[in-house]
């Protein structure tokens, strides 16, 4: 199974808005409401940012946002920050009881 | 806290084997999923299996890039779940790491991370 399409890379000036795209299938980010999406800053271990498709872990901030449409899962990141420079990974639960992920986006804060 | 901690990696030449391991603390190991997620330097993340628990007959799963090669099992009086990889091969090269997956069915989000441990394929 092809990992989920994400843009290879995507920037921003401070205080921009951005959104990444996550794009899969109907056996997997179309069939359920548990797409996830993680930061990994460099050098580190992913971190939860986001689950069960726009959920909030508690504590994070609410720059970070995400919704969904058909295949098409989507984080923004509002009021960029330097520190929000990382690679973000959206995840999808899938039909076969499977889990999988995209293929990584690099955000760079301009 | 929960923590989650990676060993056994290494070198190891093509048609190798390893076992590596992931120690489990500060959350009930016995009643969680435990999942194997890999990252080949300068790559993605790429999910290699999971592990469910002793309630779900331990049950397991495996992406199609490891099955065949890939053993995952757990040992829940030592809060330790093993990942055996058998048949190794160079693209088998990537940092492992062990996650604990929340949410329903054997989990579909993680919110916890292992440091990762290093498995270097090569001759």
């Known amino acids: 199974q092809s990992a989920l399409t994400q843009p290879a890379s995507v920037s921003g000036s401070p205080g921009q808005s951005i959104t990444i795209s996550c794009t899969g299938t109907s056996s997997d980010v179309g069939s359920y409401n548990l797409v996830s999406w993680c930061q990994q800053l460099p050098g580190k271990v992913p971190k939860l940012m986001i689950y069960?498709?726009?959920k909030r872990p508690s504590g994070l901030s609410n720059r970070f946002s995400a919704s969904k449409s058909g295949n098409t899962a989507s984080l923004t990141i509002s009021g960029l920050q330097a520190e929000d420079e990382a690679d973000y990974y959206c995840c999808s639960y899938t039909s076969s009881g499977t889990m999988i992920f995209g293929g990584g986006t690099k955000l760079t804060v301009l | 806290e929960v923590q989650l901690v990676e060993s056994g990696g290494g070198l190891v030449q093509p048609g190798g084997s390893l076992k590596v391991s992931c120690a489990a603390s500060g959350f009930s190991f016995s009643g969680s999923a435990m999942h194997w997620v890999r990252q080949a330097p300068g790559k993605g993340l790429e999910w290699v299996g999971h592990?469910?628990?002793?309630?779900?007959?331990?049950?397991?799963a495996y992406a199609e890039s490891v099955k065949g090669r890939f053993v995952i099992s757990r040992d829940d009086s030592k809060d330790t779940a093993y990942l055996q990889m058998d048949r190794l091969k160079t693209e088998d090269t990537a940092m492992y790491y062990c996650?604990?997956?929340?949410?329903?069915?054997?989990?579909?989000?993680?919110?916890?991370w292992g440091q990762g441990t290093l498995v270097t394929v090569s001759s």
């Open positions: 069960d498709d726009a």
């Open positions: 592990i469910r628990s002793k309630p779900n007959s331990y049950a397991t």
């Open positions: 996650a604990r997956p929340r949410g329903e069915y054997s989990g579909t989000y993680y919110d916890c």
